[in-house]
């Protein structure tokens, strides 16, 4: 399977816990994003990577999230303390290029 | 701040016939607009795109065109499968830019 690859599917976490998500982009994309979706609203773009440099974060992304690409392949979003104004489901994408992206099937966060 | 709007939640068309799902945006910066398709527990899709140079783009049953001095867009589905019931995601982004805006999406259901 060549396409995008997010790990886990579902993640059920205790408010203040901190929690990781991986991603593993399409291997000959150069471009990551991360996106958010809540109930009833389309994808919300939180973060962009072109190969390890992190160039655009939305502000969304408050100082409880940091995500990394270390060696410009998988990518790690955390959230640390989590609230549950976090659940939701966290969306990775790649493209060759600026638009076209291909999604991973997502993460769903519920945090209790 | 919605830059792209979708402004029917659903829409409920009988197989065969024609589905319109419309998209208006705010920003005539964006030169570059796609439709995604998403189906429950799986990641949106990328399903057809234009560019802002041209007003049509057709692919098999699938035709979007877009009105820029009106910055509305369309998708046209015909004729209507019941396996085209999904929600549909109009997005868009400009040259330049390193993200894709979202609508918030229409909710397809085609009666068989």
């Known amino acids: 399977d060549t396409g995008v690859s997010q790990d886990p599917r579902h993640k059920i976490t205790k408010r203040g816990q901190n929690v990781t998500f991986r991603c593993d982009p399409i291997s000959e994309h150069n471009r990551l994003y991360w996106y958010r979706q809540t109930l009833g609203q389309g994808p919300e773009f939180l973060t962009y990577f072109q190969n390890e440099a992190q160039l655009e974060k939305s502000r969304l992304l408050s100082d409880r999230f940091s995500a990394e690409r270390p060696k410009g392949s998988f990518s790690t979003l955390e959230i640390q303390r989590t609230e549950q104004g976090d659940s939701a489901m966290y969306l990775c994408?790649?493209?060759?290029?600026?638009?076209?992206?291909?999604f991973g099937s997502g993460t769903r966060l519920t945090v209790v | 701040d919605q830059q792209v709007k979708q402004n029917s939640p659903s829409l409920s068309v009988q197989e065969g016939r024609i589905s319109i799902l419309n998209c208006d945006y705010t920003n005539s910066m964006f030169d570059y607009f796609l439709w995604y398709k998403k189906y429950p527990a799986e990641g949106p899709t990328f399903l057809i795109s234009?560019?802002?140079?041209?007003d049509k783009n057709e692919d098999g049953r699938f035709t979007v065109f877009l009105n820029k001095s009106a910055k509305h867009l369309s998708l046209h589905i015909v004729p209507s499968q019941p396996g085209d019931s999904a929600v549909y995601f109009c997005a868009a982004s400009h040259t330049g830019g390193f993200k894709t805006i979202f609508g918030a999406g229409t909710r397809l259901f085609v009666k068989a």
């Open positions: 994408a790649s493209s060759p290029g600026p638009a076209g992206y291909t």
């Open positions: 234009i560019s802002s140079i041209k």
